[in-house]
């Protein structure tokens, strides 16, 4: 999940959360095979990928608790590939090495060995802890290579759909900011509808159908945030740096079920075609664009090369910078995106080199410490949004995780 798009630009990609597989995560397999035909990653590539995720389901199927697989489709300007993301509660592997050697298979899979799995996949990565289980995150890109697909992305997440439901009213984006406004931007600030988004709509070409949910309960915003660690500092008129930045959001539409998703993904494309360069200015073309909507809560960061980053945030999601050893909990303030919200306010941080940033819905607990990331602060983002997910989530909510780091 780590293309560059152009020469010099930063590592982003967008995500589409095509399909969860939780009861059965055997049915993966089907799945793949369509999603590969469908993005046109290739007939050799796509029977790679299949048989890639027939090995992981089948483990996972027989050897783990409460077990679930992810396919989603990962794309940039260029090419789109394929995400297959498994996740469980245990047992866990006691030497993932050794696992990865030729030849050693679980008993009753295909085989081929999780050694093969990472042959196959053009990026394949494991975090395993006895007794808590197991994330394994592969990604399949066409052949050839594209040369835009070298290298790991500075931020990735994760959303899953309340028990129940085939739609997430939870959802995250991120975007560089290239220092100029598209002409929708303009619109946007002068009051107008933006203008249509037209890139793909993967969803509809993976044939994913959304199903009716249970009425939405309302959501109440965070009253009660607190800062631990490095103070942050209140910035009145919040200036992009220089340098090319990127700007990431998490949103949590009110409620769950489609009505939550149409929220959502108003939030998503105000996001992205909006333009703004600061996290107070994207918020706000957010606001407009949530009116008509149960609205959402809404936390965006921009983040600089230097490590310089801008928040503000907007409800109850929650946004920490975590090192090996601190959590640091950053400021939002109560209201309702789309329908009310206080005087906007933009703290300024510094995100540590080796630190990230984290954000997630309150389908997460806000438990979690930093010593639970401890050691999965050097893994791709897309993995360490999984585990947190693992760790912190609950079925009785949509749930997302976002994870960032500064582009040294």
């Known amino acids: 999940m780590g293309p560059v798009t152009a020469a010099g630009a930063l590592p982003l990609v967008d995500s589409e959360d095509v399909a969860w597989f939780r009861d059965r995560p055997d049915g993966a397999r089907g799945a793949a095979a369509a999603l590969g035909r469908r993005i046109g990653l290739g007939e050799q590539r796509t029977a790679e990928l299949v048989l890639a995720v027939a090995e992981l389901a089948a483990n996972v199927t027989k050897h783990a608790v409460d077990g679930s697989v992810l396919l989603r489709v990962v794309r940039n300007e260029a090419v789109a590939g394929v995400e297959l993301i498994v996740v469980d509660s245990g047992p866990g592997m006691a030497d993932v090495p050794g696992a990865l050697r030729d030849g050693v298979s679980t008993a009753g899979t295909l085989g081929i060995g999780l050694g093969a799995v990472g042959r196959l996949a053009d990026t394949f990565d494991i975090h395993s802890q006895p007794g808590l289980g197991t994330v394994q995150l592969a990604r399949f890109w066409p052949r050839p290579l594209p040369p835009s697909v070298t290298g790991e992305p500075l931020v990735a997440g994760i959303t899953r759909p309340i028990g129940g439901e085939q739609v997430c009213g939870d959802a995250w984006a991120a975007r560089t900011d290239t220092n100029t406004a598209p002409s929708s931007a303009r619109a946007a600030d002068n009051g107008a509808d933006p203008a249509p988004d037209v890139r793909p709509n993967w969803s509809a070409l993976t044939r994913t159908q959304p199903f009716g949910g249970k009425a939405a309960s309302p959501q109440r915003p965070s009253t009660r945030p607190s800062i631990t660690g490095r103070s942050s500092i209140p910035v009145r008129a919040a200036v992009a740096g220089p340098g090319q930045g990127y700007l990431v959001m998490s949103c949590d539409g009110l409620g769950h079920g489609p009505m939550a998703s149409v929220a959502a993904q108003a939030a998503v494309h105000a996001f992205r075609t909006g333009g703004a360069r600061t996290p107070e200015q994207a918020i706000e073309q957010m606001h407009r664009a949530l009116r008509g909507t149960r609205g959402a809560a809404v936390a965006v960061a921009r983040i600089e090369p230097d490590g310089r980053l801008l928040f503000c945030g907007v409800g109850n999601i929650t946004a920490a910078l975590a090192t090996t050893g601190t959590r640091s909990t950053l400021l939002s303030h109560p209201g309702i995106v789309g329908h009310q919200m206080h005087q906007l306010r933009t703290y300024e941080h510094h995100l540590p080199t080796h630190g990230i940033l984290v954000m997630h819905s309150d389908g997460l607990s806000e438990r979690w410490r930093a ?38």
Do not use: F
């Open 371 to 408: 010593t639970d990331l401890a050691g999965l602060l050097h893994r791709p983002p897309a993995l360490i949004a999984t585990a947190l997910l693992r760790l912190a989530g609950t079925r009785r909510d949509d749930a997302s995780a976002v994870i960032a780091r500064a582009a040294r």
